[in-house]
């Protein structure tokens, strides 16, 4: 069997053409935008790490400040969330640990 190459051109308008595939891009753009921003919500463990460590010196510099004043105990509640913001990032980093 003899075989020819046989070269055309399909001229479509554009219109046609963007109607087809428009929405398609359209829905990967989407996705590849929520992806991109998931990602960047998503801190490395020693970013999140360090700032929470900040957030805990900050808050202890604060309720070393305001001893024995009338703001000690909103110095305190601070300490004890940053602590507890600590604490959390500390645990999420373990277990994705364990999961790798």
Do not use: C
């Not at 399909?10 to 891009?25: C, K, N, S, W």
């Not at 004043?69 to 110095?75: D, M, T, V």
Request: cysteine-free; overall charge positive; glycine content about 4%.
């Amino acid at each position: 069997m003899k075989t020819f190459d046989v070269t055309a051109t399909i001229a479509l308008p554009l219109a046609i053409i963007v109607e087809a595939v428009g929405p398609e891009i359209s829905r990967a753009l989407i996705a590849f935008r929520r992806e991109e921003a998931k990602a960047k919500q998503a801190k490395a463990p020693e970013v999140a790490l360090r700032q929470a460590v900040a957030n805990v010196v900050k808050a202890l510099n604060g309720y070393e400040h305001a001893r024995q004043s009338a703001g000690e105990r909103a110095a305190f509640d601070k300490l004890i969330a940053s602590s507890k913001g600590l604490r959390a990032v500390f645990e999420e980093i373990q277990s994705k640990g364990r999961n790798q």
